[in-house]
């Protein structure tokens, strides 16, 4: 069979992702912070501590990155260090988050910024978090000053990072802090932070009119365990439009769907997204089960006949992200795939997993989806939240103890994925042998 490669569009952003509290280190004065000090918090009674060391070394990762031919890195700045105390400017800090984004467009890598990612200062998790109406007018002085400080070194910024999953993690099911609240507490935290992103949309805006201003969504399938059962059915769709269709709906167009609230938006732009991130992991199966109370009989698991990258991981579900790319389209906007990646501690089951779904995604753009770049998790394996040291996404492993570095294999693979732009036949041989055939087609189709 004749050498083929699978082309990506000129210009396509490839990249990875970090969030500051799990890379950056030293964050003590954050909410997450105070959270790992409690035994039993944390899977592998982990703390970030150190993390990946990056307010001192993300210059080394990153000139790694750049190395692996990427052109792009996704960031987070924590909110802690640049206002540690409310209404006071920490300059030093502003000043080392400049050298870092610098450095990164010295280097080719095009920043993309996210606003907040997880964490709050303490003196504001102290007065109620995202339950406070008061954190949304914190939140846009915040944002003020950040465009003030990088506006010139940024032009591409996600305000918020997963809120869904964060209200979900850290009101429902109390695994995050603030570790309790329940579903009225998460429904106000989620109309503040909807306030808030709509808010901060305009005021980019303003300041800078050329930006491109979105969210990252973790958007999740859930299909029926049993699609001949109307139950079954039912649950996947209830459970799609709360964890899916409302955060989308209010986050990209102002509208807040049941059982959220009423409209949000009173005035301002139709508009509320110049992008659609889409943060893509994994599926889930769902079954009506009236032994699961406690999750409002609406039973997720994960499909036992697929392949997992660890145990009490989901599933390697690679079709997952050629669905969620088509169904963003049809919200009409550029899409930035924000996060992909899994858990392997071992590196031997991301080489594939990035290939197959790079071929979901070059799948989707010959279908028309207007997906604008990637950017995988992570570039460099960090505290990854609730699970601690236990689970490592990276491209670049990391001894936390000893901060040592070395690169993955999976590394290598997605340096020749960036490089090429695009998906080169001798490397799905290699990787993933039986795509060989199911793939070249799709190329002499185009």
């Known amino acids: 069979m004749d050498d083929y490669k699978l082309d990506f569009p000129a210009g396509f952003l490839w990249g990875t992702a970090t969030a500051a509290h799990q890379v950056e280190g030293g964050n003590e004065n954050n909410d997450w912070w105070a959270w790992e000090q409690v035994p039993g918090r ?49 300059e030093a800090a ?56 990088f506006g010139d070194l940024c032009d591409l910024w996600c305000t918020f990072n997963e809120p869904m999953l964060y209200c979900t993690y ?48 973790h958007l999740r399938p859930f299909d029926p365990a049993n699609p001949r059962r109307w139950a079954d059915r039912a649950a996947a769709k209830v459970l799609d439009h709360l964890f899916n269709e409302a955060e989308l709906a209010a986050f990209t167009e102002g509208e807040l769907l049941f059982p959220f609230g009423r409209q949000l938006r009173s005035h301002g732009p139709a508009v509320l997204a110049d992008f659609v991130g889409l943060n893509y992991y994994s599926r889930d199966m769902v079954a009506f ?45 550029p899409i930035y795939l924000t996060e992909f990646g899994i858990p392997d501690n071992e590196d031997r089951k991301r080489p594939r997993f990035i290939v197959t779904h790079v071929a979901q995604m070059h799948r989707a753009i010959t279908e028309g989806v207007p997906l604008r770049g990637g950017y ?25 103890a000893t901060q040592a570095r070395r690169l993955t294999r999976s590394a290598e693979v997605y340096r020749r994925i960036a490089t090429a732009n695009g998906l080169e ?22």
């Open 289 to 333: 089960d009236l032994r699961h109370k406690d999750e409002f009989f609406l039973h997720r698991f994960a499909n036992p006949a697929s392949d997992f990258s660890m145990e009490g991981w989901g599933e390697i579900y690679p079709e997952g992200l050629y669905r969620a790319l088509v169904r963003l389209a049809e919200y009409g906007r």
């Open 376 to 400: 995988f998790w992570s570039l460099v394996d960090n505290f990854e939240w609730a699970a601690g040291w236990s689970a490592r996404f990276g491209l670049i492993a990391l001894d936390p």
């Open 425 to 446: 036949s001798s490397l799905v041989a290699e990787v993933a042998p039986d795509l060989v055939a199911t793939l070249h087609p799709v190329q002499k189709a185009m």
């Open 42 to 90: 944390i899977k592998d009674a982990g703390r970030s501590g150190l993390a990946s060391d990056w307010w001192h070394r993300a210059e080394e990762d990153l000139a790694t990155a750049a190395a692996l031919g990427q052109n792009s890195h996704r960031l987070s700045l924590e909110w802690s260090r640049l206002e540690p105390i409310e209404g006071a400017w920490d």
């Open 94 to 149: 502003a000043s080392r988050y400049r050298q870092i984004i610098t450095f990164m467009r010295a280097h080719a890598l095009r920043p993309m910024i996210t606003l907040f990612h997880f964490t709050l200062p303490l003196w504001l998790s102290e007065r109620g978090g995202w339950e406070n109406e008061q954190t949304v007018g914190a939140f846009l002085r915040f944002v003020e000053r950040v465009i003030d400080s």
């Open 170 to 217: 850290g009101y429902l099911f109390g695994l995050w802090p603030p570790g309790s609240g329940g579903g009225s507490a998460a429904r106000v935290a989620l109309r503040h932070m909807s306030t808030a992103h709509r808010m901060a949309y305009e005021v980019l805006h303003r300041r800078q009119p050329h930006a491109m201003v979105g969210i990252a969504k």
